[in-house]
């Protein structure tokens, strides 16, 4: 049984910064592509960054490169989202995903496990 455990997200002002961290059981974290989504009420739920399972490549939506970087700590099996430059419309719940591929993915379909998910609100 694979779990994911979200933490990190909160309330911040415009320009603020947030680190998302996600927690994964299992014993072959190492071998997984990893994601992290996000979904405002009503709408789909969408891809902010992806990771490969080496660290070695990564994706950012439009939207957040510059601003947001994803990275992956093997040893403690624990992938993170540094949110710099935040802004209002990056509020959203934000879902970390884990996928038994190592490549990079940008589908919610290419992802097998999920987080419960953690609310990132930024007010302007």
């Known amino acids: 049984q694979v779990q994911l455990v979200e933490s990190g997200g909160g309330s911040v002002q415009a320009g603020g910064s947030l680190t998302l961290s996600c927690v994964v059981s299992?014993?072959?974290?190492?071998?997984?592509?990893m994601g992290w989504f996000r979904q405002v009420p009503g709408k789909e739920r969408l891809i902010v960054a992806t990771?490969?399972?080496?660290?070695?490549?990564?994706y950012f939506t439009d939207s957040v490169k510059g601003r947001f970087t994803i990275s992956r700590d093997n040893a403690k099996n624990t992938v993170y989202l540094q949110m710099n430059s935040l802004k209002p419309e990056d509020t959203a719940v934000y879902y970390c995903?884990?996928?038994?591929?190592?490549?990079?993915?940008?589908?919610?379909?290419?992802?097998?496990?999920w987080g419960q998910g953690t609310q990132v609100t930024v007010s302007s």
């Open positions: 299992g014993r072959i974290f190492g071998s997984y592509g």
């Open positions: 990771i490969t399972s080496s660290g070695g490549d990564t």
């Open positions: 995903a884990a996928r038994q591929w190592a490549s990079i993915a940008l589908r919610t379909a290419d992802y097998k496990y």
